[in-house]
């Protein structure tokens, strides 16, 4: 069975949500004329009616130039003319794709920054609630098990620290 709807979302969670879209609306309309130009390219090179353009585009100019279509003159009987058009299109959109994905990644490396931040608040946050807790059953005289994952619990992160683990254990490899 499924989980029950929430009725609604929380107020932070609402409000979270509106300030990244209103994030998003302010990047969006701080893009240079040429950030929105490439954006409006790369959009419509995804787009069906841009595959349903060129199947007219190159299906008529192989037509005419095979001679299928009666009334028209050849203009490339080799081909030769197409494979440079085609060529030169790939350049160019290939171009643009890799503009989009330079834009793309810098979005991603923000949002894994953020991600990041809010991680290492959590876990400092969570350190520093443990330790209110385990003064709390102090001051209550309140007997609580002791595990080993408590005392690992209250140690602070460092940031530092694992990443170079990371990069130690990746060399080792």
């Known amino acids: 069975m499924p989980p029950n709807e929430p009725d609604s979302l929380s107020t932070a969670l609402t409000r979270n949500?509106?300030?990244?879209e209103q994030r998003r609306l302010r990047e969006a309309a701080a893009a240079t004329r040429h950030e929105r130009i490439v954006e409006a390219i790369t959009a419509f090179m995804g787009s069906m009616p841009f595959v349903y353009l060129h199947l007219a585009l190159y299906g008529a100019w192989i037509l005419i130039n095979l001679g299928v279509v009666r009334?028209?003159?050849?203009?490339?009987?080799?081909?030769?003319a197409l494979a440079?058009?085609?060529s030169l299109e790939a350049l160019f959109l290939s171009t643009f794709?890799?503009?989009s994905q330079n834009r793309l990644s810098a979005a991603e490396t923000k949002r894994a920054d953020l991600d990041l931040q809010i991680s290492l608040l959590t876990?400092?946050?969570?350190?520093?609630l443990t330790e209110m807790v385990e003064e709390i059953a102090k001051h209550f005289d309140i007997k609580t098990a002791s595990h080993p994952e408590l005392d690992e619990i209250k140690k602070n992160?460092?940031?530092e620290a694992v990443l170079d683990e990371i990069e130690a254990?990746?060399?080792?490899?």
């Open 17 to 20: 949500i509106e300030a990244m």
């Open 71 to 80: 009334g028209l003159p050849k203009f490339d009987p080799t081909f030769v």
């Open 84 to 86: 440079v058009a085609a």
């Open 97 to 99: 794709v890799l503009i």
């Open 123 to 128: 876990e400092h946050e969570l350190t520093k």
């Open 157 to 159: 992160i460092v940031p």
């Open 169 to 173: 254990q990746q060399r080792r490899k």
